[in-house]
Every structure is written in C-alpha cells, then in structure tokens.
C-alpha cells in the first residue's frame, strides 16, 4: 500500500511562495515510485476537489489547470520519492487543501478518478 503525506502549506500573504511536497512511502520494486504519474489537486471550502497539475513517470510532460499556469511548477525526485508544486504569485483564490496523487502507470491526467493513492492534503491559505 502506497502512503503520500504532504507538507509545506501554510499562511501567505497573497503574491508570495509556497513549496509543497510529498513524499511517498510503502513502494515496492515492482511498483517504484517512477512506476507512477503524480498528481496535485486542491479542493476549496464549498467546492469540489480540482485538478491543479500533473507529471508523467519520467517528468518529460506536465499539464496544468489553467488558472495555475505560468504560476505554479510541478517537479518531481524519484530517487527521492517525492513530487513537488512550487507555488508563485499567489492569490486568495488558490486557498484550499491540496492533495497529491499517484496513478500506477498513468499518463498525467486531469482526471481524479484515475489516481489510485491519495495524501491526506495539507492546507494553503492565502491573504489578501
């Protein structure tokens, strides 16, 4: 069983930085960590759970939501376990929890439905 576990949210000041990151665990060797596309979605108080960017196993390809385009980065360290969101310019509107996800042998899809392991999500909260 893949565990996920998030950090790195917080309290900002809108224009500011954050870098989230999560780290998997409970990999195995026919199921390393480069095995899966990773994820990161946020779901804001009142709303659905929505796509922010994703990265494909080998990080050669990477989609974003377009609200998050141009502000926001998806990298990933495989022989680190971990994915990360460096967030840019950021605005009260990007407040939420944000969940990082990882598809066995996925493509990097918008889709949530896709995503086989979920982090229990670490809260960004942004100031106007």
């Known amino acids: 069983q893949v565990q996920l576990v998030e950090s790195g949210g917080g309290l900002v000041q809108a224009g500011g930085s954050l870098r989230l990151s999560c780290a998997a665990s409970?990999?195995?060797?026919?199921?390393?960590?480069?095995?899966?596309?990773m994820g990161w979605f946020r779901q804001a108080p009142g709303k659905e759970r929505e796509f922010v960017a994703a990265?494909?196993?080998?990080?050669?390809?990477?989609r974003y939501a377009d609200s998050v385009k141009d502000r926001f980065t998806i990298s990933r360290d495989n022989a680190k376990h971990t994915v990360y969101l460096q967030m840019s310019s950021l605005k009260p509107e990007d407040t939420a929890i944000y969940y990082c996800?990882?598809?066995?042998?996925?493509?990097?899809?918008?889709?949530?439905?896709?995503?086989?392991?979920w982090g229990q999500g670490t809260q960004v909260t942004v100031s106007s």
């Open positions: 409970g990999l195995t060797s026919g199921r390393s960590f480069s095995n899966y596309a």
């Open positions: 990265m494909t196993r080998s990080g050669g390809i990477t």
């Open positions: 996800a990882a598809d066995f042998l996925g493509a990097a899809v918008p889709g949530s439905a896709s995503y086989d392991y």
